[in-house]
């Protein structure tokens, strides 16, 4: 069976992400009406402490194993490729079980003195059955990106979801009336059976897989020390910034509470930002997200095979996507804010965040790619270090500054660190890759053309909104003008050429 190509590949993942997104966002709709802001602040709040034992179980390994796979492969070392996946499933699993023991003997610890809420030990003792799950499943998703069987991720990534939304949604009613501690740790339920129909089907999905291990003679190599090679720096990186990331997440409500505000209030616009605002921003980044997922062993494949040139092509157009990408979303959002988080949320406040944070978007999706692009080219331990920069001074920012300014510290933090963290990857990119970026059609024309279709689809949104009772009607409409009319400008300025569309059918076909 052939690989299926990176174009290919990347829509057919992005169609499951994108349907995940859609249920996901409905989902989460669902729980911020049944827990309210201060319910999914303290959601969020278990999430920090959950992600950074995430961390722990995961350790890095599947990036290793569609690396490592990629590599053998494509120099015709089967029996190496099926070594990395044997043993990662070995390292995986004492990971994970480690990580398990860790959550679950001390959650009571976590919740009360890290979490600094005694409300969230419940959900964090029933996430720690996840862990293995997890650690176990990533390994085998690592197999499948690596040979090029995009598919089968991406039915287990919309099932595994279903799984989740019916468990909650059916004992939801049981637990709610308890508190939102009880809340929580119904999600909590939900997310851990999650991870196990995902490990369940993940191994289905291998067992009557056509292998592409080859019969080899070769004596395999000890593949472990190839697989800390890469997996250690990318733990390292992730470890520190799950801890960071907690650490800042447990720090904002704190510090608002010294600068004067409620608990409740605190915890309840930690909840907005964390569990609403951010979510809408991220949830365009779909075809995004699965391109980072391919772009690792398709990029390693090729360098492995020492093929520069095609490097260089591949991250330059996915850098170019990137970058009109995060344009488009800005020009969405700086023009209907209001409108999307009363549709999403009946809450205008949730509005003024968007519309506010949108700016930082593009800055956010080229992070997400570039750092896929740099660990794709063995450059993890500049990852770690442009995070390390990061996340000091975002945490520096919110202790100091957050008791004296509120919540606008935090979004000045937001701001700066992302702004500063692209440049940095960026920079190192260019430093170790051929490519050449392009300011100009990368930038200033995505800008000029997202400016210009934002002003004329809101003022075409005011016409519709006068003469059509439906307001999610006139919203969707404007924004497909909006789509329509910055692809044009694209077209126009030549940002984008007529003969990309001809190279994406190269892509398609081979």
Known sequence: MRKESIILGTLILTVATTIVRVVGMLFRIYLANVLGAEGIGLYQLILSIYMLMVTLATSGIRVAVSRLISEEL?????????????????????????????????????????????????????????????AV??????????????????????????????????????????????GCAAVAIGMTAEELF????????????????KFSN?????????????ALPLSATSYLNAILRTVENTMIPSRLLIYGLSAETAMSLYGMIKGMVLPILFFPSSFLTSLSSILIPSVAGDNASANEKRVSNTLSKVLHFTAISGVLVVAVFV???????????????????????????????????????????????????????????KISIIYFFIPVYGFNAYLFALFLTTIL???????????????????????????????AAGFLSKFLYSIFIFNSSSNIFSLISSIIILMLLYLMGLILTKSVQFSSVSEIKRYIKR
């Open 74 to 134: 494509a120099v015709r070392n089967y029996s190496n490729a099926k070594r990395v996946l044997h043993q990662s499933v070995v390292l995986s699993m004492f990971t994970g079980f480690a990580s398990a023991f860790i959550l679950y003997y001390f959650s009571d610890y976590m919740g009360s003195n890290i979490l600094n809420d005694e409300r969230t030990t419940l959900a964090l003792l029933y996430l720690a059955p996840s862990l293995p799950f997890i």
């Open 137 to 182: 499943s990533n390994c085998y998703k690592g197999y499948f990106y690596a040979v090029g069987k995009i598919t089968k991720p991406a039915i287990i990534q919309v099932t595994e979801q279903l799984v989740r939304i019916f468990v909650i949604f059916a004992i939801m009613d049981a637990f709610l009336p308890k508190g939102i501690e009880y």
């Open 198 to 213: 995902s490990l369940v089907l993940t191994w289905f999905f291998y067992i009557f897989e056509k292998k592409p291990f």
């Open 218 to 230: 070769a004596k395999p190599d000890n593949m472990i020390f190839k697989i800390f090679g890469i």
């Open 335 to 393: 023009a209907f804010p209001n409108e999307i988080a009363i549709a999403v949320y009946n809450d205008s406040q949730v509005g003024l965040m968007i519309k506010i944070i949108s700016y930082v978007c593009p800055f956010m999706y080229l992070n997400m790619v570039i750092s896929s692009m740099l660990n794709a080219l063995g450059e993890q331990m500049s990852s770690f270090k442009v995070n390390i920069i990061e996340s000091v001074l």
């Open 421 to 451: 963290n692209t440049i940095l990857y960026l920079t190192r990119l260019l430093q170790v890759s051929c490519i050449v970026f392009d300011i100009s059609n990368w930038i200033f024309k995505p800008i000029a053309a997202g400016a």
